[in-house]
């Protein structure tokens, strides 16, 4: 599992700079059960596994390559492994974790199951996890995204007042805001023996769907590949399949394709259309209150007032740019203090113990610390 930058709020080097050494974990078991061998060694280097088998019948060098596709991960690893003559193997630690996580290694002597060796990982997998988790546990929190991130027509409903607050801040950069919806071209299915006919548009396609009849059909059009409405339409109605567009706007040769506003799942008939609409009126007398980033509030003033009988689409970004120190710090110690106990798992909250003759026995629990709410 890879990272995720579009919302997290440290990187992978901090959290581990943090933890100092204390970043390892084991990986892999493997021993060499080759009969007749004398000896059996195994290597770990930054790119290899090298398995070598001195004597008997599976005496020889195996050379596996962290960068195979099937042997790019500890699960595939340790299959590959199993898979050559003489070599038993298991997985402790994640399957999806990196082989190239594999902590480097001289030649150790493992031949034999008394000589199993255990084989140590650098455990980036898990941290990369818990980071995800992490920011996406402090943005829902926050009820709010911190790391800057662009919207596109977003809907917000006018207030009647001068202000419009938008979901996300704090805004770097306002793009588009436009009032109200315009149809652009109505479209409908002509297959009179079909079962139902449905028409949904997301942010980035339109889905086309004929259920039952001659004409049964399920495509998808990808909306950023028509540089216009006008060659949706015809790409639509290439399609054939029953489908039918009326224009009625006078702006689908200039309308980008990606304009259209997502709608759910719409049946059509051959006698009921649906209609396929663009934000309409783009404004330009309103402004950003506190435009800078450390202090406005996502907050949108209009002297007209943004009326409350309309929708409003806002395309803006927000966000972060650079992550505070603090929030990242309060991230690094949530990723530092979850991996703590993981590793402690079994002993959870157990700091001493001791024996004493019969049944005198004594434990001392660790103390660890609680996230507390700020109360209003």
């Known amino acids: 599992m890879s990272l995720d930058t579009s919302i997290s709020l440290t990187t992978l080097d901090e959290v581990k700079a943090f933890l100092g050494e204390d970043v390892k974990r084991d990986g892999l078991w493997v021993y060499s059960n080759a009969a007749g061998a004398t000896a059996a060694t195994v290597e770990v280097t930054d790119t290899t596994m090298v398995l070598i088998i001195t004597g008997g019948g599976s005496a020889g060098t195996t050379t596996l390559t962290f960068a195979d596709a099937n042997k790019d991960t500890i699960a595939e690893l340790v299959v590959a492994i199993n898979a050559v003559s003489g070599w038993k193997s298991g997985r402790i630690c994640h399957g999806d974790a990196a082989s190239t996580d594999l902590v480097v290694t001289g030649a150790l002597s493992c031949l034999g199951a008394d000589n199993e060796i255990t084989l140590s990982i650098i455990d980036n997998y898990l941290l990369t996890q818990l980071i995800n988790r992490a920011s996406d546990m402090m943005n829902r929190y926050c009820s709010r995204i911190l790391k800057t991130t662009t919207y596109t027509k977003e809907v917000y409903y006018g207030t009647g ?67 216009n409405i006008d060659l949706l339409i015809a790409a639509i109605e290439a399609l054939g399949k029953g489908w039918e567009c009326t224009k009625l706007a006078t702006d689908t040769a200039t309308r980008l394709a990606t304009e259209l506003l997502p709608r759910p799942a719409m049946a059509v008939t051959p006698t009921v259309s649906a209609e396929c609409e663009t934000p309409d009126d783009d404004l330009t007398d309103y402004r950003l209150l506190n435009p800078t980033e450390a202090r406005n509030e996502g907050m949108l003033l209009r002297a007209s007032a943004f009326d409350a009988t309309r929708e409003y689409f806002v395309s803006y970004t927000a966000g972060y740019t650079t992550i505070p120190y603090s929030l990242e710090m309060f991230c690094i110690y949530l990723v530092s203090y979850i991996y703590g106990k993981s590793k402690r798992a079994g002993t959870e909250g157990l700091q001493s113990e001791s024996f004493g003759e019969g049944a005198d026995y004594s434990y001392t629990r660790q103390r660890w610390p609680t996230l507390k709410r700020r109360g209003r």
């Open 161 to 227: 007042y001068d202000k419009l607050i938008l979901e996300q801040f704090p805004v770097t950069r306002v793009s588009r805001v436009s009032v109200g919806r315009a149809t652009s071209f109505r479209i409908k299915n002509t297959s009179a023996d079909a079962t139902v006919c449905t028409v949904e548009i997301s942010t980035t396609a339109m889905r086309l769907v004929v259920t039952g009849g001659a004409n049964a059909d399920d495509t998808t059009l990808t909306l950023a590949d028509y540089a």
